[in-house]
């Protein structure tokens, strides 16, 4: 009993915070809720998830949450862990370098976009500004104006943004690699590409995988540098699951709508998760 | 040690308690004066100076009421009013309301209908147009305060190096005079416009669809936006853009993108509200001062043979009641005074005045020559958007498929056809 007391304080904390606010969303999710009628909510099961389910614009909207997180989550780690690999070496001048890249996370995300937007702009945007004068483009180029392009574009400015989250992790590993490793590859006669890519990047692999995870997460959520930089447009083709949440709960107050799609998005991600934590224990029992 | 413990406790708990009876009887004290908790707006209209000094006008002929406004910005005005209101404990008394809310808002209970209580003289001195801002279903839900619509601005100085001596009165003429603009190395996108997907687009779509002689809702209240009017309009603007007139980037441009686009000297056209007029030639804010001029909006050759002269929309913004608000009457007399016509004169600087005779005032007219002389000669081609409670899904979706248009991955019959189709659905539900 004496027990029970000591936890309830913590409990009911969890259950206030967390506990609370999932259920109440998963019963909002059931009704047909709009925040401007709140005593007409309506109870209607499932309605809500297979409304979504059978619009082909969810499954577009899926489709490009799972293009942008796959592109963007790619080419941060493999820029990533090129850069950590370039900073182990410790040529000169390294420890500026290392601070240098690290700027681009302490940036705020919305000043990021913002800042992206500048960059992008068609009119008098730095990107076009300097690709003129190296003669790449002969004419200014509306960078966020083509359905493909603006796309690409927002991955961009997230992975100039996200990438040095991924050195400052597989940086920590690679400190976390023995020497003796290296010398041993030495005397064998490895190069250093080859030392590299037996010894450092199978060591890097549990780094990795917490990367993989944590970028998954965060990109599948995908939210501020698309509301910045496009707002879903042009044409939708930049328009994020996240997104979508974002329409339905704040621009049209269908709570309903909005509590379901919430509860999809976790899904996903729980699912992405659930994999990855598979991977990683196989990994460990094999290591065993 | 104990002891000295308890009594920091103690004077702790004492200084609480006095807080707490402080509080209760200061606020027992502010019972007296009937409290107005007002939201407005920090962006076009009146600056929040200008509404301050108005209030502390009206506090001091009516001392036992007190106004505590607080001003936003418009993106952010609808949620914050939805938000709270939704909550039912109608946190504001007064609001600023935009036009495309009027229903919204009136359906779901949360405005109180003024019809009955509207100043006789007022009525008699506007126009129509104006009190449609406020309507729905018949019924006035505020008074019309912020009046405004879409302008044609253009560069005087790049027109007249063409070659032109009057601007486009049609569709037709606009891209012959920025081909023209092109072709003599002027300028090289002659012509900017914020239609990206946003409100903007919606209101340069429904200025042009009456231009060319169709209709956004029919008088059913049905949506018709995909008439062979319609359909010929939204091609227009695809054709446009095609053209290499436009600027490329406008399907991504709101307002300001547009009005930036055009203080820096890099286009000669654009559609906008009337805030720009003094913003672009202002030399602070622009390379161009004094070159940017209005012209009643073009109409398509089709429309000007059928005989519409102009067409515009309507862009304007009222005071509302809270309809649950204690204090309905002192919150009405307020909205009544902000309206009247001796605050509208005296503070007419950044709000076009509701009274129709204010426009031929000398005094004003002295102060403010081209915007009111505009204004009123294009007001009564100023389109409302529909009175419809589902306006920001529906609106949502013809942004989608007049960028699909664009963008070119559906036809401008298949885009608003779709669009329509939507729109019937939500107005069913």
Known sequence: MAGWLLVAPTALFLIAVFAYPVVSTAITSLQKAKLQKPGEAEFIGLDNYFDFFADPAFWQAVSRTVYFTVVSVGLELAIGIAIAAFLQRRYAGWRFLRLAVFVPWAVPTIAAATMFRWIYNADYGALNGLLYQLGVIDKYIPWLADPVSAMNMVIIADVWKSTPFVVLIVLAAMAGIPGELYEAARIDGASRWQSFWRVTLPLLKGAVLVVLVVRTVEAFRVFDMIYVLTGGGPANATLVISYVAYQETFRFFSLGRGAAISFIISMFVLGAALVYLRLLSTRREASR | ?429
């Open chain 2, 1 to 429: 040690m104990t002891s000295h413990r308890f009594g920091r406790r103690g004077l702790v708990t004492t200084a609480i308690a006095l807080a707490v009876v402080g509080g209760s009887f200061g606020s027992a004290l502010a019972q007296d004066k009937t409290t107005l908790n007002l939201i407005g707006m920090a962006q076009a209209g009146m600056t929040p100076d200008e509404m301050n000094a108005v209030i502390a006008e009206f506090q001091e002929v009516n001392p036992d009421v007190e106004i505590v406004p607080q001003y936003v910005a418009y993106d952010a005005l609808h949620d914050k009013i939805a938000t709270g209101m939704a909550s039912g404990s109608a946190p504001f008394d007064i609001m600023l309301v935009d036009d495309i809310w009027f229903p919204e808002f009136a359906d779901a209970g949360w405005l109180l209908d003024v019809s009955a209580d509207i100043p006789p003289e007022m009525l008699a001195d506007s126009s129509a147009a104006a009190w449609d801002i406020v309507t729905f279903d018949g019924k006035q839900y505020g008074l019309p305060w912020l009046l405004d619509q879409l302008y044609f601005y253009y560069n005087s100085d790049m027109l007249a190096k063409a070659g032109f001596d009057a601007p486009p009165a049609t569709w037709e003429e606009l891209l012959t005079q920025a081909q023209a603009m092109k072709d003599q190395g002027i300028v090289d996108y002659p012509i900017v416009l914020p239609w990206g997907q946003i409100e903007a687009s919606i209101t340069q779509f429904v200025a042009l669809l009456y231009g060319n002689g169709g209709q956004f809702f029919d008088e059913a209240g049905s949506p018709v936006f995909n008439s062979p009017e319609a359909v010929e309009t939204l091609q227009w603007m695809v054709d446009a853009v095609a053209s290499g007139l436009v600027n490329p980037a406008s399907t991504t441009y709101g307002e300001e993108d547009a009005r930036n686009a055009i203080s820096a000297g890099k286009a000669a056209f654009t559609i906008n509200w009337a805030y720009m007029y003094d913003l672009a030639n202002n030399p602070d804010e622009s390379t161009v001062p004094g070159q940017i001029a209005m012209a009643m909006m073009p109409v398509s050759q089709k429309g000007a043979d059928a005989g519409i002269v102009s067409s515009s929309n309507n862009g304007s913004m009222g005071f509302a009641v809270a309809a649950g608000s204690e204090n309905g009457q002192a919150a009405f007399d307020f909205i009544t005074y902000l309206t009247s016509k001796d605050v509208q004169k005296r503070y007419a600087a950044h709000v076009t005045p509701l009274w129709t005779s204010l426009a031929s005032d000398p005094e004003l007219l002295a102060a403010q020559p081209v915007l009111l002389d505009m204004f009123a000669k294009q007001w009564p081609y100023a389109q409302v958007r529909p009175k419809v409670p589902y306006y920001l899904e529906m609106s949502q979706n013809l942004q989608v498929a007049i960028q699909e248009a664009l963008i070119g991955s559906k036809s401008a019959q298949q885009a608003l056809d779709d669009a329509v189709a939507t729109a019937v659905e939500l107005g069913a539900e």
